[in-house]
């Protein structure tokens, strides 16, 4: 039940930047001990326990305190030997303007230690503690380097991986407390931007890891520009976004120290899909009063969104769904977006899981035609679920599918729970065009089918048993194949052929029964 940390390593031989790593790691290292051990940390400790930030959550980020001296990182890397040459380059250190020696980039601030996905620190954030100078950032940021290139780069992705494969999904928020305050509070499946707009490389590092992001940017105008414009991308990857707006003027960190991490999974549970989300800024902004609000909307703002969707289900949804809202028709729709240019074809990612849990979903006629019965018709769930159980179908998406079904026959919608893949399959059956004649012929056929092949399974793992197993093993196996032998027979009376068995100590008896 304990998350272990992912460390990727990239095994092809010395990685010419090593040393910059190393004082990286040199500094996060010098950073936490001045919060931890030294006086000066003292009201940035405080800081952190005010802001409900607990000494594991800190440590495990790493956070740390920059001195106020201007040169106590540069003479403490000195006395380790490692020169202005290297701290420069990883952006430790600025260079003066006035001639003088380089002196420290971060004073008294908390610091954030900036990983990438495997785990390695890159660059470093800092934040002042109080209020700010005149002229001072809140928020200072280590400048790009040959090892950091902040588009490249999400903010608490080498902590999240397992959980967003666990979740399926990610949150999305735009700073380190944001961050830092949700994972405190016990919300796992987060990652930032750390306030700049989102990249498509961050949205490709986002698809590598989970299906479904949820968008808790800020809800002012510049906060919705930034969330259309990461949704586009996100959907460029094969990612759903959703868009969970939170109360005017609070963040993450706000929402979850005034009122706890229920409710921002309150929000995260009203979340609406993003094509949603635009329709309704666009028509409380009455730019979809008249026709040609209607028009500039749809060419400027809507159809870039259906462009960008590379999941084919999905951008069929969204072309429906702004037939209904805009009034307009499926052809006029299709041939703007071919005027725009060809739709790009769906990137491989969006047509599969990340490649780190790869699973192979094979169409199964019988199984997939079995769920859009149930679907459709839904008197035929409990009949079903009385001669079938759910860990007899053998796709894991549709079986996901099945088992909600029968534990809630009248649902319309898939629960939050369902796999990002089980909520696309979910909407494809729901708008599958196929009428199904003769219901009662289709169910009975596929759970025989269903059955049948289950059996025949069964039966291929038991002759690779059998294959191996010790004399005294043997009857015992005999005597199980030849009960699947009789439930196969039982199934399939008229259409079973015994397969050809290769050891005489199974076809034997088979024979005989």
Same mark, same amino acid.
């Given at each position: ?12 031989? @010395? ?41 594991? %959550? ?124 949700? %994972? ?20 490709? /590092? ?49 929402? %979850? ?29 009455? /730019? ?93 769930? @409990? ?8 860990? @007899?179908?053998?796709?894991?998406? /549709? ?115």
């Amino acid at each position: 039940g304990v998350d272990l940390r992912e460390r990727e390593t990239k095994g092809r031989g @010395e990685d010419p930047y090593r040393v910059l790593y190393e004082v990286n790691a040199f500094a996060r290292d010098y950073y936490t001990r001045q919060l931890w051990d030294d006086a000066a940390g003292e009201s940035v400790r405080r800081y952190l326990e005010e802001r409900g930030i607990a000494r594991a %959550v800190a440590e495990r980020f790493g956070l740390g305190y920059a001195p106020a001296e201007w040169n106590a990182l540069r003479e403490a890397a000195a006395a380790h030997k490692i020169g202005d040459a290297l701290l420069l380059d990883v952006g430790l250190l600025k260079e003066s303007d006035r001639g003088r020696d380089p002196y420290d980039r971060f004073r008294d601030r908390l610091i954030f230690p900036i990983e990438d996905a495997s785990g390695r620190v890159v660059a470093f954030g800092g934040r002042v503690i109080g209020a700010a100078e005149e002229g001072t950032p809140k928020y200072l940021n280590s400048p790009e380097t040959v090892i950091y290139h902040k588009g490249s780069v999400l903010y608490g992705l080498s902590w999240a991986k397992i959980a967003l494969r666990r979740e399926g999904a990610a949150l999305l928020v735009e700073g380190y407390m944001d961050l830092v305050s949700l %994972v405190a509070s016990g919300i796992e499946n987060v990652v930032a931007t750390l306030g700049t707009a989102m990249t498509a490389e961050q949205a490709r /590092l986002v698809a590598r890891y989970c299906r479904r992001m949820y968008i808790l940017y800020d809800s002012d105008q510049a906060g919705r520009r930034a969330t259309f414009r990461a949704a586009d991308l996100l959907l460029a990857e094969g990612v759903h976004p959703e868009v969970a707006s939170l109360p005017a003027g609070d963040d993450p960190d706000s929402l %979850v120290r005034r009122e706890g991490p229920d409710a921002v999974r309150r929000y995260i549970k009203d979340a609406i899909d993003v094509l949603d989300s635009k329709l309704h800024e666009l028509a409380k902004r009455g /730019l979809l009063d008249s026709t040609a609000a209607k028009w500039d909307a749809l060419k400027d703002r809507l159809l870039p969104t259906i462009r960008a969707t590379k999941d084919l289900a999905l951008r069929d949804i969204y072309v429906r769904r702004l037939e209904e809202r805009v009034g307009v028709g499926r052809q006029a729709i299709e041939n703007d977006l071919t005027r725009m240019g060809p739709l790009p074809p769906p990137t491989p990612a969006a047509l599969r899981r990340p490649r780190e849990r790869p699973i192979v979903l094979p169409e199964l006629g019988p199984e997939r035609r079995l769920i859009l019965l149930l679907i459709k018709s839904r008197d035929f769930i @409990e009949r079903t679920a009385e001669q079938l159980g759910a860990d @007899e179908l053998g796709n894991p998406v /549709l079986r996901e599918i099945f088992a909600a079904l029968v534990a809630h026959p009248e649902l319309r919608a898939p629960p939050e729970s369902m796999s990002p893949e089980g909520v696309h399959r979910w909407g494809e059956l729901m708008d599958d065009p196929e009428i199904l004649a003769d219901e009662e012929r289709i169910l009975q056929d596929s759970i025989k089918k269903i059955k049948v092949r289950r059996l025949d399974e069964q039966m291929a793992d038991l002759e690779k048993s059998l294959a191996n197993a010790a004399e005294e093993e043997q009857s015992g196996l005999v005597r199980s194949m030849q009960e699947l032998v009789r439930q196969r027979r039982e199934l399939d009376e008229d259409h079973w052929v015994p397969t050809a068995r290769k050891h005489t100590h199974v076809s034997q008896p088979v024979t005989q029964r």
